[in-house]
């Protein structure tokens, strides 16, 4: 790479690096590595001419509008034309097929695996104090996103069964391991919700290398089957669930260890038929596996001995499996990931890794805040913090010199104090006050009913 290239992308780093906090030192500051992210964008990203959107400008460009709240490429496109005009360049058209151009030229593999190597990296990095017995905690869940109803959003991504052709969305299922401490999505997969492999069960053994030793799998019921952890203790780690809704405890039977808390073993379950011999015999006959009954609850773990984890710590880091229930609500309502706008299913893989990127950026700059007050980042308000980063994110980027890190010292106060209240009472009902218009429900195609009004009108012209 020529030495002025080499500058260019060093800038743009720079830039990214500025708008999510990331100055020269500090224990969060290294989250975007320059040489590193020089090589992984040469790795990835095929040769290009800089143009008005070269690679990274497009990629800070599509971060930066999933973050917005207005989330419109005519936004993006007048920002990068302010850019362009107070960095004394030429002008920009604002129209936005250049951008969108620009978008689908955009390698899915870089904001994704930007976005899995910044988690790990801060998953890797955070203090023995955030995490639990010193563990880290893996939790796993699975939640869906809808998408513009186009013929490649319907091929890759069904909708509903239960919903006629024209009146649905396509609808994707992604599971995700998210860390407990740090609330950064280590890694994910995206399927669509109908179909063998589709499931979350399936979802999560695909994740499952993401394990590592030393790791604690929390996650609900359904994943609470015999392959699952079996796979989890083949990988070093353990794990704490629900017991599945098939699976009877009986405290009589096993190795008592206390009231309603025994150790049993786990025979292997019949061999599935997609499963060949060899495969089967190669997993144990048994696994071994303590059952605890918490507030009427039935939690089973790989956590076998009672004095390290007494049932009591057990139920505590259960009832934490909730923040995957939270860190998808953030990523759903407050980065408004519930509906994409991306109309074929690679921008739509494409925009699922942008939004994934964001939020771990975001994540990064609590961290950040966290470590300043001493507190644990789960304990600051992700909103707030998306809000103030995305106020003073045109300021982070036009300050240099000795201002940037005097503006990033100061951003990343503000969002220390955006500590959550303290709610442990508070009960709100599920159901909405403000009343919806009485708008009748749309039962046929939308082109269908466009047709059908202008044939109305047609007969009303007649005389």
Known sequence: MKDSKVKRVQQKISLLKRQFLQGDTGLFDQALDGHELAIIVNELVPPHRERIYPPLDTLRLFVGQVLSSDRACQDVVGRRLSERIAQGQSMSALNTSAYCD?????????PKTLSVRLAERLESMTPLAWRWQNRPVKLFDGTTVSMPDTLSNQQAYPQSREQKPGLGFPIARIGALIGLSSGAILSYEVAACEGKGTGEQSLLMNLADHLNADDVLLADALLATWWIIERAIERGADVVMAQHGVRITHFAHGQRLGKHDHIVQWPRPVKPRWMSAEQYAHYPAFITMREVEINGRILVTTLLNPNMVPPQAIGALYKMR???????????????MDVLRCKSKPMVDKEIAVYFLAYNLVRWAMAKAALLVDILPRSLSFTGAKRVLAAFADQLRRTSGNQVSIMIATVTACIATLKLPQRPSRIEPRAKKR????????????????????????LNLVP
């Open 102 to 110: 620009a978008r689908q030229r955009l390698p899915t593999s870089l």
């Open 322 to 336: 909730w923040n995957i229930e939270v860190d998808f609500r953030s990523i759903k309502s407050t980065l408004e």
């Open 435 to 458: 009343r919806p218009k009485k708008l009748p429900l749309l039962t046929m195609p939308r082109q269908e009913a466009r047709d059908l009004i202008i044939g109305q009108r047609l």
